[in-house]
């Protein structure tokens, strides 16, 4: 099975702050990779697909970059309706998730 | 619009069975692979189960290989998870979501597995 590895596990920043995730998965997967928003008591939501591609509605300041085993979601500007958990996904093989990064406002 | 309506869940003892569903609305059934993910209480998020459009690809993880089933109805555009064996760390909150690349999701239906 592939594991994916989510650094860090909790951040804090500020508002307007440039934030980065990282996930790194256990052998390569191309680019098979989504990130996801899950907010307190909703239902997770797709930022990015195939590493870097935005899904629609969603803000630009939400950007994807990576291949192969490591990849990063960058926030460019932090805003308070940020605050979330973010999962990253692998669909190369055997689908698996991250375990999380946990989203805060400094 | 995409709609993803879970249904099914409750609280049940080990060992016994319970089957889920979700109700598709908004988009060509029939067209799309769909998944199940689950939640346990203040875990991450686990993949479950998938099918392909047309049933022909079916997948599962190992964590329920054997004990789960996830079958579709292409005419009622519906989604369904067949749980039985049901063990305590099954507890979670169930997500149906579209193909593969988990491009919508249900709001999700709890199981509690429980004596």
């Known amino acids: 099975d592939i594991q994916m590895t989510q650094s860090p596990s909790l951040l804090s920043a500020s508002v307007g702050d440039r934030v980065t995730l990282s996930c790194k998965a256990s052998q390569n997967i191309y680019k098979y990779l989504n990130w996801y928003q899950q907010k307190l008591g909703e239902a997770p939501k797709l930022l990015i697909y195939?590493?870097?591609s935005l899904q629609t509605g969603i803000p630009s300041r939400f950007s994807g970059s990576g291949s192969g085993t490591d990849f990063t979601l960058t926030i460019s500007s932090l805003q308070p309706e940020d605050v979330a958990t973010y999962y990253c996904y692998q669909y190369n093989s055997g689908p698996t998730f991250g375990s999380g990064t946990k989203l805060e406002i400094k | 619009e995409v709609q993803l309506v879970e249904s099914g869940g409750g609280l049940v003892q080990p060992g016994r069975s319970l089957k889920l569903s979700c109700l598709a609305s908004g988009f060509t059934f029939s067209n799309y692979g769909m998944n199940w993910i689950r939640q346990a209480p203040g875990k991450g998020l686990e993949w479950v189960a998938s099918?392909?459009?047309?049933?022909?690809?079916?997948y599962y993880a190992d964590t329920v290989k054997g004990r789960f089933t996830i079958s579709r109805d292409n005419a009622k555009n519906t989604l369904y998870l067949q749980m039985t064996s049901l063990r305590s760390e099954d507890t979670a909150l169930y997500y149906c979501?579209?193909?593969?690349?988990?491009?919508?999701w249900g709001q999700g239906v709890m199981v509690t597995v429980s004596s």
């Open positions: 979501a579209r193909q593969g690349a988990l491009d919508y």
């Open positions: 099918i392909s459009s047309s049933s022909s690809y079916i």
């Open positions: 195939y590493t870097n």
